[in-house]
């Protein structure tokens, strides 16, 4: 990609669902060149626009971070045997002790009891996992975007700010959630077409679909990989942060622009940070200028994302990104 492609992308990350015209106006690029330039990288599988639920305040389970490791030259193998099952939303090969890294939304905790004890450690190759459950998310991969946009554009862009005093958990009306199944197989679907499909008037359709998104029960996503803009290494941070700094670490560390992901986590770690940069020199950069200036912060393990095997339920071949799993 160019680097009109990539600013192009990083305005489809802000607001997935905004039209070409509205991305060409905050971007100062003419309409048909966003619709040609977007549309070929979508028909490419370069970039797939999707929506990912907010598990913890929908009810639809609770996200969990598994460390695996695995048999030598079995890590192939039991990547697809995770990355196959419907309730594993990211799967990774990474550097460090653990050879891979998976995220799971288990629906309750007896389940993820029996996920963990009886169904990940029968795969074959598997010899040990280690699990964070999720307590809080500052910041999911879908509100990230990357860093080519200036912030005029990026609030041209932006949705409105969420309604102050969302309930922690609010459940999915069954229309609700064939909306939502609809916006996770094309995050760009029409209104006409989700009317269409499911048989409702056109004002129903656009009044819960704005419903759904602005109180962030579903987040839309442009998903691409990292390395395709430019940012090359991508790394997984866990920390140990003092329980009077969590709240505080966290909130800043989510508002920095080389963030994709960060969640506080039950575990020997408190914190867990996804972070992408363009070389290995900016990665130390973060580390000894962000990371190195929080006082609140007593330990940290660094490993490095090596593959993607499967983002926001969507399975990778390589850098290019597949249909949603089944």
């Known amino acids: 990609m160019d680097v009109l492609d990539r600013r192009l992308v990083a305005a489809l990350q802000v607001s997935p669902r905004a039209s070409w015209g509205e991305i060409g106006r905050a971007v100062g690029e003419h309409e048909r060149t966003v619709a040609r330039r977007l549309q070929r990288l979508i028909a490419e599988g370069i970039v797939r626009v999707t929506a990912i639920y907010d598990d913890l305040r929908t009810g639809h389970g609770r996200p969990v971070h ?48 029996r996920i963990l004890s009886a169904e990940i450690s029968a795969i074959d190759g598997v010899l040990r996992t280690q699990t964070q459950v999720v307590l809080h998310t500052f910041r999911t991969v879908a509100e990230w975007h990357a860093p080519f946009l200036t912030e005029q554009e990026v609030a041209e862009l932006r949705p409105a700010p969420p309604p102050e005093g969302l309930p922690d958990e609010e459940g999915l009306s069954p229309l609700e ?57 991508e790394a997984m941070l866990w920390l140990k942060v003092r329980p009077y700094g969590l709240d505080q670490v966290g909130q800043r560390l989510a508002g920095h622009p080389n963030v994709r992901y960060c969640a506080a986590t039950s575990g020997t770690h408190s914190l867990i940070v996804q972070v992408v940069a363009a070389h290995e020199a900016d990665l130390y950069r973060f580390m000894t200028g962000v990371v190195g200036s929080l006082d609140e912060v007593t330990d940290s393990d660094l490993t490095l994302i090596t593959r993607a095997y499967k983002r926001g339920h969507l399975h990778k071949s390589g850098l290019l990104t597949l249909e949603k799993t089944p």
Not at 78 to 102: E, F, H, I, N
Not at 197 to 219: D, G, H, K, N
């Open 66 to 113: 598994l460390d695996v490791r695995v048999q030598p030259g079995a890590t192939a193998q039991v990547a697809k045997a995770l990355a196959d099952r419907p309730d594993t939303r990211s799967v990774y090969a990474l550097t460090g002790a653990a050879d891979l890294g998976c995220e799971l939304v288990s629906p309750s905790r007896e389940a993820l009891h």
């Open 177 to 233: 959630q064939e909306i939502a199944e609809l916006l996770a197989a094309d995050g760009r679907i029409a209104f006409t077409a989700v009317a269409e499909r499911l048989s409702i008037s056109l004002p129903t359709a656009r009044r819960r679909v704005t419903s759904l998104i602005e109180r962030r029960l579903l987040l839309p996503r442009a998903e691409v990989e990292p390395a395709l803009l430019g940012l090359e290494v």
